[in-house]
């Protein structure tokens, strides 16, 4: 979960990463993300420490060394060489989401991680070319669309009566 939020990814992009798309980095780690839906072109993207921490864990435990980052596991917890699927990690995000009784999980998608990412760094006051830049997008309409409440919260109409 912390490895997609911080490279803002898709859950199609999260189980296409493999062991030779990561490059270790202090503090945290450097993922060549192919980013798009029909593209194999990669783009670097920066993973937090707390994430970097928590991927190398997961492949230290599973013995991934090669292959899919994120492979399915044998009840024994062996990796068994087979990448999960974008059904996969929608299962498992509304399976954390009902854990931390954030309801039922059903407003949970393959695209939350991203989106709750792009929420938090327009909240932390990123620039809009440096969330367009993390996310990959060309455009900010997707961006803007994301984030529609917090701008409005810090919109003209918000900021004319906060100011009086």
Same mark, same amino acid.
């Given at each position: 979960?912390?490895?997609?939020?911080?490279?803002?990814?898709?859950?199609?992009?999260?189980?296409?990463?493999?062991?030779?798309?990561?490059?270790?980095?202090?503090?945290?780690?450097?993922?060549?993300?192919?980013?798009?839906?029909?593209?194999?072109?990669?783009?670097?993207?920066?993973?937090?420490?707390? &994430? $970097?921490?928590?991927?190398?864990?997961?492949?230290?435990?599973? =013995?991934?060394?090669?292959? *899919? #980052?994120?492979? %399915?596991?044998?009840?024994?917890?062996?990796?068994?060489?087979?990448?999960?699927?974008?059904?996969?990690?929608?299962?498992?995000?509304?399976?954390?989401?009902?854990?931390?009784?954030?309801?039922?999980?059903?407003?949970?998608?393959?695209?939350?991680?991203?989106?709750?990412?792009?929420?938090?760094?327009? &909240? $932390?006051?990123?620039?809009?070319?440096?969330?367009?830049?993390? =996310?990959?997008?060309?455009? *900010? #309409?997707?961006? %803007?669309?994301?984030?529609?409440?917090?701008?409005?919260?810090?919109?003209?109409?918000?900021?004319?009566?906060?100011?009086?």
């Amino acid at each position: 979960m912390l490895v997609g939020r911080d490279l803002l990814a898709r859950s199609s992009e999260l189980v296409g990463l493999t062991v030779a798309d990561l490059e270790e980095t202090e503090p945290g780690m450097l993922v060549k993300l192919r980013r798009g839906k029909t593209t194999t072109e990669t783009h670097s993207c920066f993973v937090g420490e707390a &994430a $970097a921490v928590a991927l190398r864990s997961w492949l230290g435990r599973t =013995g991934i060394v090669h292959g *899919p #980052v994120f492979q %399915s596991l044998t009840k024994g917890g062996k990796a068994t060489g087979r990448a999960l699927d974008t059904r996969d990690v929608r299962r498992i995000l509304k399976g954390l989401a009902v854990a931390a009784r954030l309801g039922h999980g059903k407003a949970v998608s393959g695209h939350s991680l991203r989106v709750g990412m792009a929420q938090d760094l327009v &909240a $932390a006051n990123m620039d809009l070319p440096s969330v367009m830049q993390a =996310g990959g997008w060309s455009t *900010p #309409v997707m961006v %803007s669309r994301y984030t529609e409440k917090l701008t409005a919260r810090r919109g003209a109409v918000a900021r004319y009566y906060g100011s009086r």
